[in-house]
């Protein structure tokens, strides 16, 4: 600041210089590479901090599972803060690796880059004050809390907001919005992979001329090709100014907020005394990156050559019973219908997906049973949730409509928030062969089409990440996409992101777990396996 | 926030509720009464949390003052936090009561109730990255510093700024303010004892629509009656809206911002999780205080009785060596001039005032010596500083212009920073009289009148506060400000603020401490006594 001279000296050509922007809230793991790769993938876009939960890991890892992602994000010029994950497992039906109490937070939670607690998504147990999550809440009281409340409104807000959690990522809607920060929350504007209707709202927030000082930006979850395609926190900026936000606010929206409501001191600005990281952009309407300075030096595509272990805990974690082809039976008779021989139709709940989005439908259809076991057909496929952390030997079985996999299997490990392997197919030969081409790769995505592999990303780090190069990251998903077509998975939804979010019991309307059927309305089985 | 019923309704009648207002910056000790005393006085106003730096006991009690204030301020409904003394002493040059260094506040920094390291007067150590000064700041890195840089611009700003200190509350222009903010600092404007043009500077950013979000406000000293005739926090909130400031902003000043610089929890606003701490105002134009609720209680007169020990570390702090009427000799000798029997004139340097400032002039004036020895008259009187603390038998001795003392002396042992004990008068036994007249109560003010003692305001803590009740303090000021008249003190300043300023050598031109006579301008002794 001021007229200095020095040995390197850098003309910025009339170009925009601002604060590095930051990620207020990510789940780095949701990239499916290492916090080391994700940095290559965001620095480039002007992201130089990222507040991450580590939410994935700790529900295969535990505490470790932390640790790991802790020392694998140590000394990058990509700053990586973190939130100690609240909710593992995220709910008390979940069979995840790990179980994490307050009192396996402590030592973490004195770790300088450890900044508050993370997403506190379980607000039942929180407003009715349930005592191991009053022990968190009271672990890190004095801290950020960060909130996890869609749609959560009123007296339930407001004790929600008593029991500790100050920010919100989850607003949907303008009057959302308006309440939270009207209790005190600041909200967390998200763009990540999901379409969700941020335009609509920076819009109205802009219209309504809303202080933006309690606002800033996250991506929750982006995936790399996503991020390599629009942008990141740079493309949520653009958005904001697009709709109308005055660009001096989205910077500090980007940057400045985020920076303050986490308490990240000396960042968040370009004064004396703050880290000189700082961003080059060729305006404030598109937000494209000219260079980018890191701590004071010009970030390169070899500044995050630094060499990370890969700690041992989070190797090997893919730990199943072992498995036959008869424990894919699903009879009729787990819903109490009788056994018969032949062939003929049973009125059986069926997870029917709905097009474009995460949601489900519990759906009561006829479909094909010969001696009494279910005959996938082109309209009906197999589901299976195979428990892989402790060789319980559990494995739930449904049935799913809507996703149309013909003579194949398609296998994921990455499946929230237990992370449990979870296999869609149309046989259980197939099935079978994806569930071994996973558990030999550690954990990742399979698609089997009639005996054969034809595309697998090994994710070995906690059968959630990889450190493989980028490029060869990219490849494997786009191969993985097209051989998920090719077994008949339809256009329009993104079939390994509906895999993965199968298994998650608190998505309506209808899941499966490592132990049956779950109904997400009212929060018990429809069956067991 | 929502409908509710419990047992205690009040019905607020339209009134504007409020957080409770914050003075980000306050050295109690100046109002001369006890934290106690002092939250009696304030809390009225709306002021419901104060941060306060022990500066002034410090430099008396060293940190055992500062516990005191600590357990002093424990348990009422007025929060006194703490911002760790930087600078005691004040200068090299000052002898006080002793010196703090980084190894000493070690203990005192990890209290819940102290933020961060108190103004950074030293701003010279500081640029110049001196040793015992770096680590005071290295010790409160990462944690709230707060600068006092009056005029302080460009690169030593700069330099200032990467050392530590994030706050100023000493501008007194619009583009000290606009370079500041520009630095990265928070903004504290003050409105205390002084007049300093607050008006003026506060119409400037309204017109220039400054963003406030980093301003807030502070009184650093204003004394009980001001505050009981004009307000306090609410006083500069009302000045701020007359000036042009939106009343939301400068309600935001006068409490939100000021919490989220100090890193208050759960303070600063009205919303679920928050503290109860809420003060009722009839509008936000007059800042009018109709009810003051803390934690949720009503404030009453009696919500302050809390029985506050006075901890015997700052009771009986006056440790002079003996004193005996010829030490008040002021010799022609200590400028080199050469003794002479009988009346006649010394070129003598002299310390002279300036109406209705603090600020003196160094002037040499021709003055009536007889046997080698100054004799005031009614145009110079003689100032005297005794060191106080450790016993040194340290007396400095000068001359006075502008202040006009006639058979008579005043006296005082709140005295920056050092606090020894300042005496000006017109002859000897009157200044003596005074000096005992204080030593006999612990310090404080005394007047005397031709061998009569006419008023007294005894501050036996410290020397610098008295827990007698408000109402005592207030009736003996007043007749402290008589009897200062009556011995011949001009209107137009107040005689005992003058006096307690007149030995602090930094601010220009000239100061007498218990050496002698101090250039401040140079840095250096006129003459030592």
């Given at each position: 600041?001021?007229?200095?001279?020095?040995?390197?000296?850098?003309?910025?050509?009339?170009?925009?210089?601002?604060?590095?922007?930051?990620?207020?809230?990510?789940?780095?793991?949701?990239?499916?590479?290492?916090?080391?790769?994700?940095?290559?993938?965001?620095?480039?876009?002007?992201?130089?901090?990222?507040i991450?939960?580590?939410?994935?890991?700790?529900?295969?890892?535990?505490?470790?599972?932390?640790?790991a992602?802790?020392?694998?994000?140590?000394?990058?010029p990509?700053?990586?803060?973190?939130?100690?994950?609240?909710?593992?497992?995220?709910?008390p039906?979940?069979?995840?690796?790990?179980?994490?109490?307050?009192?396996?937070?402590?030592?973490?939670?004195?770790?300088?880059r450890?900044?508050?607690?993370?997403?506190?998504?379980?607000?039942?147990?929180?407003?009715?004050?349930?005592?191991?999550?009053?022990?968190?809440?009271?672990?890190?009281?004095?801290?950020?809390?960060?909130?996890?409340?869609?749609?959560?409104?009123?007296?339930?807000?407001?004790?929600?907001?008593?029991?500790?959690?100050?920010?919100?990522?989850?607003?949907?809607?303008?009057?959302?919005?308006?309440?939270?920060?009207?209790?005190?929350?600041?909200?967390?504007l998200?763009?990540?992979?999901?379409?969700?209707?941020?335009e609509?709202?920076?819009?109205?927030?802009?219209?309504?001329?809303?202080?933006?000082?309690?606002?800033?930006?996250?991506?929750?979850?982006?995936?790399?090709?996503?991020?390599?395609?629009?942008?990141?926190?740079?493309?949520?900026?653009?958005?904001?100014?697009?709709?109308?936000?005055?660009?001096?606010?989205?910077?500090?929206?980007?940057?400045y907020n985020?920076?303050?409501?986490?308490?990240?001191?000396?960042?968040?600005?370009?004064?004396?005394?703050?880290?000189?990281?700082?961003?080059?952009?060729d305006?404030?309407?598109?937000?494209?990156?000219?260079?980018?300075?890191?701590?004071?030096?010009?970030?390169?595509?070899?500044?995050?050559?630094?060499?990370?272990?890969?700690?041992?805990?989070?190797?090997?974690?893919?730990?199943?019973?072992?498995?036959?082809?008869?424990?894919?039976?699903?009879?009729?008779?787990?819903?109490?219908?009788?056994?018969?021989?032949?062939?003929?139709?049973?009125?059986?709940?069926?997870?029917?997906?709905?097009?474009?989005?995460?949601?489900?439908?519990?759906?009561?259809?006829?479909?094909?049973?010969?001696?009494?076991?279910?005959?996938?057909?082109?309209?009906?496929?197999?589901?299976?949730v195979?428990?892989?952390?402790?060789?319980?030997?559990?494995?739930?079985?449904?049935?799913?409509?809507?996703?149309?996999?013909?003579?194949?299997?398609?296998?994921?490990?990455?499946?929230?928030?237990?992370?449990?392997?979870?296999?869609?197919?149309?046989?259980?030969?197939?099935?079978?062969?994806?569930?071994?081409?996973?558990?030999?790769?550690?954990?990742?995505?399979?698609?089997?089409?009639?005996?054969?592999?034809?595309?697998?990303?090994?994710?070995?780090?906690?059968?959630?990440?990889?450190?493989?190069?980028?490029?060869?990251?990219?490849?494997?998903?786009?191969?993985?996409?097209?051989?998920?077509?090719?077994?008949?998975?339809p256009?329009?939804?993104?079939?390994?992101?509906?895999?993965?979010?199968?298994?998650?019991?608190?998505?309506?309307?209808?899941?499966?777990?490592?132990?049956?059927?779950?109904?997400?309305?009212?929060?018990?089985?429809?069956?067991?396996?």
């Open positions: 600041m001021g007229e200095y001279s020095c040995e390197n000296e850098y003309d910025a050509k009339g170009a925009y210089l601002c604060p590095g922007f930051i990620d207020a809230h990510v789940h780095i793991e949701s990239s499916m590479v290492t916090p080391n790769s994700y940095a290559r993938v965001v620095l480039p876009q002007g992201t130089t901090a990222v991450a939960d580590p939410h994935e890991i700790a529900n295969v890892c535990g505490t470790e599972g932390i640790w992602m802790y020392k694998m994000s140590n000394m990058m990509l700053w990586v803060y973190f939130m100690m994950p609240s909710c593992v497992p995220a709910t039906f979940d069979h995840a690796g790990a179980s994490i109490y307050a009192d396996d937070m402590k030592q973490l939670a004195q770790k300088s450890m900044l508050g607690l993370g997403e506190v998504m379980d607000y039942v147990s929180t407003t009715n004050g349930e005592e191991t999550m009053l022990d968190k809440l009271t672990l890190f009281d004095g801290r950020v809390i960060d909130g996890h409340a869609p749609l959560v409104s009123g007296k339930e807000l407001n004790a929600y907001c008593v029991a500790g959690p100050g920010t919100d990522h989850e607003c949907s809607c303008f009057d959302e919005v308006l309440e939270k920060l009207r209790a005190g929350m600041s909200i967390l998200r763009v990540g992979s999901a379409a969700n209707g941020m609509e709202l920076l819009c109205a927030i802009a219209d309504a001329k809303l202080p933006t000082k309690n606002m800033m930006f996250c991506t929750d979850d982006k995936h790399i090709e996503n991020i390599l395609r629009e942008g990141h926190i740079n493309y949520i900026a653009k958005l904001a100014v697009k709709c109308g936000i005055d660009p001096i606010d989205a910077v500090c929206m980007a940057s985020a920076a303050r409501t986490y308490g990240l001191k000396r960042q968040g600005a370009i004064a004396p005394g703050y880290r000189a990281t700082m961003v080059l952009f305006n404030l309407r598109d937000f494209n990156v000219i260079d980018v300075f890191a701590m004071g030096k010009r970030y390169t595509d070899r500044s995050c050559d630094i060499g990370h272990i890969l700690p041992a805990d989070v190797l090997n974690t893919v730990n199943m019973a072992p498995l036959t082809k008869e424990r894919f039976s699903l009879k009729a008779s787990v819903i109490g219908a009788s056994e018969n021989n032949g062939d003929y139709t049973v009125k059986f709940p069926v997870i029917k997906t709905v097009p474009g989005q995460l949601v489900t439908k519990l759906v009561y259809e006829d479909v094909h049973f010969r001696d009494s076991e279910f005959v996938p057909d082109r309209r009906f496929d197999k589901l299976a195979i428990e892989r952390h402790h060789a319980t030997g559990n494995i739930g079985l449904g049935i799913v409509e809507g996703l149309c996999i013909e003579r194949g299997a398609i296998a994921a490990s990455v499946t929230h928030d237990a992370h449990n392997i979870v296999v869609l197919g149309e046989n259980n030969d197939d099935m079978m062969l994806a569930v071994e081409a996973l558990k030999e790769c550690g954990g990742g995505f399979a698609v089997v089409h009639q005996s054969i592999v034809l595309a697998r990303l090994p994710l070995p780090i906690a059968g959630l990440m990889t450190d493989a190069p980028i490029e060869e990251v990219l490849r494997k998903q786009r191969a993985l996409i097209d051989a998920a077509r090719l077994v008949g998975a256009e329009g939804s993104d079939p390994l992101i509906l895999l993965s979010f199968l298994a998650l019991p608190v998505i309506p309307e209808v899941r499966l777990t490592d132990e049956g059927l779950f109904n997400v309305t009212n929060m018990s089985y429809i069956y067991k396996n």
